[in-house]
């Protein structure tokens, strides 16, 4: 059975899933990048900046919480109150009071013990709460 697209901005969400591309709002006007170009998500107070595999930086003029809502639908884990991670671009885990990631190329980001559940779960092959 067919889903019953209900207005115009189901629509549009279903265009962007389908386009794995996130319309990034800039102070210039709009970006289109692809989801699986970027690496993580870092919070800076009312803006978030956008880092990608080719090591460059966008900065949005959104908030992290939008992206938290803009990317449930594709491989990203918030890992931290300022930081939403690309699952696919995680080489490894390391334990600890709150853990930390280590990206393919080595950067390392920070897991709050608050979040450190739901990143276990990922890595034992559990869905999140």
Do not use: C
Not at 74 to 90: A, Q
């Amino acid at each position: 059975m067919a889903t019953k697209v209900k207005n115009t901005t189901d629509i549009i969400d279903i265009k962007k899933q389908k386009l794995n591309k996130l319309p990034v709002p800039t102070q210039e006007g709009y970006e289109l990048i692809n989801t699986a170009d970027i690496e993580y998500l870092e919070a800076a107070t009312n803006y978030t900046y956008i880092h990608l595999v080719d090591n460059s930086k966008i900065t949005s003029s959104k908030n992290l919480g939008f992206y938290e809502e803009e990317l449930k639908e594709e491989p990203f884990i918030r890992i931290h109150n300022s930081t939403i991670v690309n699952l696919t671009k995680i080489k490894s885990y390391i334990r600890g009071d709150d853990g930390w990631v280590i990206l393919q190329n080595g950067k390392t980001l920070r897991v709050s013990k608050s979040k450190k559940d739901d990143l276990l779960l990922f890595f034992q092959g559990r869905k999140a709460k």
